[in-house]
């Protein structure tokens, strides 16, 4: 890991958990981007450097199976976590799962450890 701030992805459906987990977070040391959906995130991908995608699940537009696809073969390079209320894809999640609800520390601590991998 390099000396500079790492750069968290989080995308979020619901305006209230990504607000506050972003906020959470920022004050936990990292640079945070946000998006409310997978349309968004891949937005923010071609704009920023990301370190990790801290991911919903579940979101209205361009979430899913096809969003944990996209992750899988596009983004290869990139920590991914997923969180999520309601996961039953067709076929093995590749990444690690936090289901809500969930501590926010917990959280926290998946992505600390996934930066050291």
Known sequence: MSSETPTILLVEDEDAVRLTLRDY???QGYSVL?????VGAIKQLLDHHVDVI?????M???GGDYWIKFL???CGDKKV???SGFLR????VPFEVLYKPFDYS???QMIARSMNA
């Open 72 to 74: 899988q073969q596009y």
């Open 81 to 83: 976590l997923i969180t």
């Open 60 to 62: 209205d537009v361009l």
């Open 89 to 92: 894809p067709d076929f093995p």
């Open 106 to 108: 917990d959280l926290q």
């Open 34 to 38: 946000v998006a409310s959906d997978g």
């Open 25 to 27: 977070l920022m004050k």
């Open 54 to 58: 801290v991911t919903d699940y579940r």
